[in-house]
Nanobody, 121 residues
Framework: QVHVVESGGGSVQAGGSLRLSCVVS????????IGWVRQAPGKEREQVAT????????SYADSVKGRFTISQDIAKNTVYLQMNSLKAADTAVYYC??????????????WGQGTQVTVSP
């Protein structure tokens, strides 16, 4: 059984930083990928950052490039999202998801419960 558990959300002022953690257990694939997807009230879901665990390739949404960094600690089965220079527009529930590398994108199949990130102006 696959488990995806996020942690690290919270409230911060604009310009501040937060680090989200995601532990994925029970899932192993030579072509796996793990990413962060966020959803703000009244807005569409946005894929923020993804890491392709096979080769370490990373992708980011334009809205977070240069501010967010996704990384992984394979020994701990953990993926991190370091978020710097946070803006009020980054306020959302952040979901960690794991899936299979589809070549051009990640086919997310397993989702965590989400963690709230709130950035005050």
């Amino acid at each position: 059984q696959v488990h995806v558990v996020e942690s690290g959300g919270g409230s911060v002022q604009a310009g501040g930083s937060l680090r989200l953690s995601c532990v994925v257990s029970g899932y192993s694939s030579s072509r796996s990928c793990i990413g962060w997807v966020r959803q703000a009230p009244g807005k569409e879901r946005e894929q923020v950052a993804t890491i392709y665990t096979g080769g370490g390739r990373r992708s980011y949404a334009d809205s977070v490039k240069g501010r967010f960094t996704i990384s992984q600690d394979i020994a701990k089965n953990t993926v991190y999202l370091q978020m710097n220079s946070l803006k009020a527009a980054d306020t959302a529930v952040y979901y960690c998801a794991a899936g299979r590398d589809g070549g051009t994108s990640c086919d997310f199949r397993y989702w965590g419960q989400g963690t709230q990130v709130t950035v005050s102006p």
